[in-house]
């Protein structure tokens, strides 16, 4: 395969992890956020609101990593009160005006939340360890114009050696309330010893093995 250069916007990354993998194949990539970015390289971050960044230029491809907050079947507990307050319409809405967005190549990033029956099913789930981190977490992609990326949950392709990537370690407690056994990936509970600010970005970054995955393949013509 050739490599076509493009000019990639990834939406709502703080942490240009997919923004520096295509970066590596000499792709215009820029990430963007409202916030300043912790990957290391300004020069290649857009810190202004999504939808100023998507009309800046004339994009040929979106990666975006929407906020999950009030969509996330994680918070389902507060869901009553953020429907009634607006909080989980705000999100909603503005879901579908990224996937919508006018750019010929969209991947929008989740988490199993309501998405997938108010806008339709994902296109492909995927786990961090299907791609050589050794980490769980449930991530769901809508696709337009891209395939589902490729994977081999034993066979390293990319690097041509076998990996036998493990699932991670998991964090395990004692609900105090319902005094039942709760589990939780151990990347995911470290997170709560932090800040709310660094929890945020802790649990939105992208595993690196995706981030790669993400600019090798869809990268690549």
């Known amino acids: 395969m050739g490599i076509i250069l493009m000019k990639v916007l990834i939406a709502c990354e703080e942490s240009q992890a997919v923004c520096k993998e295509f970066r590596k194949l000499g792709h215009e990539a820029f990430s963007n956020d409202i916030i300043e970015c912790s990957g290391g390289f300004p020069e290649w971050h857009l810190q202004m609101d999504i939808f100023e960044a998507i009309n800046l230029k004339k994009w040929d491809m979106m990666i975006a990593f929407p906020p999950c907050t009030h969509l996330a079947v994680s918070g389902a507990a507060w869901f ?14 503005f879901f579908l005006k990224v996937v919508n967005a006018d750019i010929p190549k969209i991947a929008v990033e989740n988490p199993v939340g309501i998405m997938s029956k108010l806008y339709r099913k994902p296109d492909q789930i995927i786990q961090p360890y299907y791609f050589g981190d050794e980490a769980q977490k449930t991530t769901c992609l809508w696709l337009k114009n891209l395939k589902p990326l490729y994977h081999n949950k034993e066979i390293n392709l990319f690097a041509n050696v ?3 990537c493990g699932k991670g370690e998991m964090y395990e407690w004692i609900n105090k309330k319902t005094g039942k056994l709760k589990q939780q990936p ?3 509970a470290h997170a709560w010893t932090k800040g709310n600010n660094e929890q945020s970005k802790i649990r939105s970054k992208t595993f690196p093995g995706i981030a790669k995955a993400m600019a090798d393949q869809w990268g690549k013509n």
């Open 186 to 188: 151990l990347w995911y």
């Open 162 to 164: 076998v990996t036998h």
């Open 80 to 93: 009553e009160q953020k429907r009634k307050d607006g909080r989980q319409q705000q999100g909603i809405d």
